[in-house]
């Protein structure tokens, strides 16, 4: 298995160390713009009350995950091929950015030319393009885990992670407390205000990674076609013994998804709160990124991405239960729910810690390659779960399905010591961001 030294792209010491400090601002203002636009569309809190309005099925909800992780999965499996060999990048991340805007914006034309009086097919509309919004999002998502391994040195990508939720997250939360709170508790005619800004800033962090310089004379063994590529992906998953503890890990990690719909609806239907409660959540849930972001990003950069990765999953498998206790007490549950979605904040964080763990462990020309498959792992629970989940808790109701992913997500929690760690005990060389000169890390 590669050390980490090995995956570390040769572009990011090619490059002048002027450059390398652009870059490192630029990709991190890209993903702050991201979280902006994100905190208008989490799936946590507004897409499922976008639906609520439309329907209130639990069944109904429970598709918004399978569609998320179906659209970020599926299509980076069959085109991490064409993404590695792209030369340069930045146009293609442009590109998908673009289509994540565009999706949001022909949402916001379609709810206000249908809605009120077109539900069933103002849903059908919303589904598809929240279809398109994953297929480009995944790709992107993939893109940009590319590029960043080829520009960001392994000691700095917990530190990028670190700044970008710094920037984004208070960002997010400003946008969100002075917009978001009015058109949320403005009604359902207000939701097209939040589709055209979830789409603009889309479309502004589309635009700042034009201003990313790489190193497109970057040579690196390429595999033969797209078919190829999966075979072999896959086969590197399954006679790799600690990837294929990873992909078993992703895959118990991944069913925490099935639950997102539902923290809301738990919390309004057993205590009595209205639809003005969710902006706060949201908030305590990006506030969750941004403060747990800092810890994480030091544990990861200093002691390893798998050390990380174990307390986050340990955190992440009892959040249901602490749901499920807080919406029993009536008395202590209005004012202490807003925690459950400040520890949902770890799961993004989760994702870029196991990313940053598959870029160490992967060969330079399999970075999308590991990237892809990791991301297909924590997708098949809601890709094949999700929709079941949600008809099980109309059905019996939110303790069974809370519990039982709770206890799976927790045995990813016990598994995950039997990974290696790839780091090196020597020091690492890294670019000093505010210097035009190499430092020892």
């Not at 520009?151 to 700044?163: F, Y």
């Amino acid at each position: 298995m590669p050390s980490a030294a090995a995956s570390t792209s040769s572009d990011q010491h090619e490059l002048a160390p002027s450059t390398a400090r652009r870059n490192f601002v630029l990709l991190a203002l890209h993903q702050a713009v991201m979280r902006i636009g994100w905190i208008f569309k989490t799936e946590s809190v507004v897409m499922p009350a976008v639906l609520d309005t439309l329907s209130g099925s639990a069944l109904l909800r429970g598709f918004l995950p399978m569609l998320n992780r179906l659209g970020q999965s599926a299509p980076p499996i069959f085109l991490s091929h064409f993404v590695h060999g792209l030369r340069p990048k930045r146009f293609f991340l442009a590109g998908c950015t673009t289509a994540m805007g565009i999706s949001f914006l022909l949402m916001a034309l379609a709810w206000r030319g249908l809605d009120p009086d077109y539900p069933v097919l103002l849903t059908w509309i919303f589904v598809a393009l929240y279809t398109l919004f994953f297929v480009a999002a995944g790709l992107q998502q993939v893109t940009l885990g590319t590029l960043s391994g080829q520009l960001v040195h392994v000691h700095r990508r917990g530190l990028l992670m670190t700044w970008a939720n710094l920037a984004g997250g208070i960002s997010a939360i400003v946008c969100a407390w002075f917009l978001l709170q009015p058109w949320m508790d403005g009604g359902r005619s207000q939701f097209v205000k939040v589709f055209v800004f979830a789409g603009l800033m889309f479309l502004f962090a589309a635009g700042l990674t034009f201003g990313v310089r790489e190193q497109t004379e970057f040579a690196v063994g390429e595999r033969n076609g797209t078919w190829d590529n999966i075979r072999a992906a896959f086969l590197d998953a399954w006679h790799t013994k600690n990837y294929r503890r990873l992909v078993i890990i992703c895959f118990l990690f991944g069913l925490s998804i099935t639950l997102f719909p539902h923290y809301q609806s738990l919390g309004r239907q057993r205590l009595g709160l209205g639809m003005g409660q969710l902006v706060p959540w949201l908030i305590a849930q990006n506030i969750g990124v941004t403060v747990f972001s800092i810890p994480v990003g030091w544990v990861a950069d200093r002691l390893g991405n798998r050390l990380a990765m174990r307390g986050l999953l340990l955190v992440i498998s009892l959040t249901p239960l602490l749901a499920l206790g807080l919406s029993r007490y009536v008395e202590l549950g209005p004012a202490g729910f807003w925690l459950v979605f400040l520890l949902l904040g770890l799961f993004p964080i989760a994702i870029r810690v196991i990313s940053n763990y598959a870029l160490e462990i992967a060969p330079q020309n399999d970075h999308a390659n590991y990237l892809s498959v990791v991301s297909l792992a924590i997708s098949l629970p809601a890709i094949l779960c999700a929709p079941l989940v949600g008809w099980g808790i109309d059905v019996w109701g939110f303790e069974f399905a809370f519990v039982s992913v709770g206890g799976l997500v927790f045995l990813a929690f016990v598994l995950t010591p039997t990974l290696t760690e790839p780091r090196h005990h020597a020091p690492m060389p890294a670019i000093d961001l505010w210097r035009d000169s190499e430092t020892e890390t």
